[in-house]
């Protein structure tokens, strides 16, 4: 009889707290409710409680955009690089490649996290005047938007996808730097747009953009002026 007794007791008290469980109460959804912040490229990310929503700075339209340009800008970098291997030799040049390629990959992830998490699209609006082009085809993001500053053309484009050897190496790092000095372009333009540029991890990662890619300019400026021959674009003549 005793053993029966508390067995009821036992059933009881459980049932009591089911019953003032969140998910019964209807308070477990907000209760739970997280914030993901994106980490700088490289980091993790960060969870913050609901509260943390609020702190997040306003957005200026031109921080939206250099966000969105920039990944369209990046993902032409890395279709560059990812040529070098099938049309280059040379070691230097493949390594830059691959530093580019990584830092670049990385960075698109960030950037991609950082939009999501503020609720914006990943990509630029479409234009009117290209109606039908989808970002998701092979050809619909480049030919349905206007290139971001220092971006290279489809001819200069098909001309490097034609291009091996000394000849590659030449259109690959004379078309990187226009590249890279198109990117300075939009960090300064941000940071010139009123209201833009203050949110903290954007402004970090444009500095680091700034930064990076000006030290990856001298890199390629000096594996110009190497000079070239038949065999290797790094040996001196």
Do not use: W, Y
């Given at each position: 009889?005793?053993?029966?007794?508390?067995?009821?007791?036992?059933?009881?008290?459980?049932?009591?707290?089911?019953?003032?469980?969140?998910?019964?109460?209807?308070?477990?959804?907000?209760?739970?409710?997280?914030?993901?912040?994106?980490?700088?490229?490289?980091?993790?990310?960060?969870?913050?409680?609901?509260?943390?929503?609020?702190?997040?700075?306003?957005?200026?339209?031109?921080?939206?955009?250099?966000?969105?340009?920039?990944?369209?800008?990046?993902?032409?970098?890395?279709?560059?690089?990812?040529?070098?291997?099938?049309?280059?030799?040379?070691?230097?040049?493949?390594?830059?490649?691959?530093?580019?390629?990584?830092?670049?990959?990385?960075?698109?992830?960030?950037?991609?996290r950082w939009l999501a998490t503020r609720g914006q699209s990943l990509s630029l609006a479409m234009p009117e005047s290209m109606p039908g082009m989808?970002?998701?085809?092979?050809?619909?993001?480049?030919?349905?938007?206007?290139?971001?500053?220092?971006?290279?053309?489809?001819?200069?484009?098909?001309?490097?996808?034609?291009?091996?050897?000394?000849?590659?190496?030449?259109?690959?790092?004379?078309?990187?730097?226009?590249?890279?000095?198109?990117?300075?372009?939009?960090?300064?333009?941000?940071?010139?747009?009123?209201?833009?540029?203050?949110?903290?991890?954007?402004f970090g990662f444009a500095t680091d953009v700034d930064t990076g890619q000006?030290?990856?300019?001298?890199?390629?400026?000096?594996?110009?002026?190497?000079?070239?021959?038949?065999?290797?674009?790094?040996?001196?003549?």
């Open positions: 009889m005793r053993r029966q007794r508390c067995s009821v007791l036992l059933v009881t008290a459980l049932l009591l707290l089911a019953g003032a469980s969140p998910a019964r109460s209807g308070q477990g959804s907000s209760s739970t409710a997280v914030v993901v912040q994106p980490g700088a490229p490289g980091q993790p990310t960060k969870v913050l409680p609901p509260s943390s929503k609020a702190k997040l700075p306003p957005l200026a339209p031109a921080d939206v955009e250099f966000m969105q340009g920039m990944i369209m800008h990046h993902g032409q970098a890395i279709e560059m690089t990812a040529l070098i291997p099938s049309h280059s030799e040379n070691k230097d040049l493949r390594s830059l490649g691959e530093r580019i390629s990584r830092s670049q990959d990385d960075e698109i992830r960030f950037m991609k989808s970002h998701d085809s092979p050809h619909g993001a480049m030919a349905s938007m206007p290139l971001m500053p220092g971006m290279l053309t489809a001819e200069q484009m098909a001309a490097l996808g034609k291009a091996t050897g000394v000849e590659f190496d030449r259109l690959f790092l004379a078309g990187m730097i226009q590249h890279h000095n198109g990117a300075l372009t939009m960090v300064k333009e941000l940071f010139g747009a009123a209201g833009a540029g203050q949110d903290a991890e954007l000006r030290a990856e300019i001298k890199i390629m400026q000096s594996l110009l002026e190497t000079g070239f021959d038949k065999k290797s674009l790094g040996e001196k003549r």
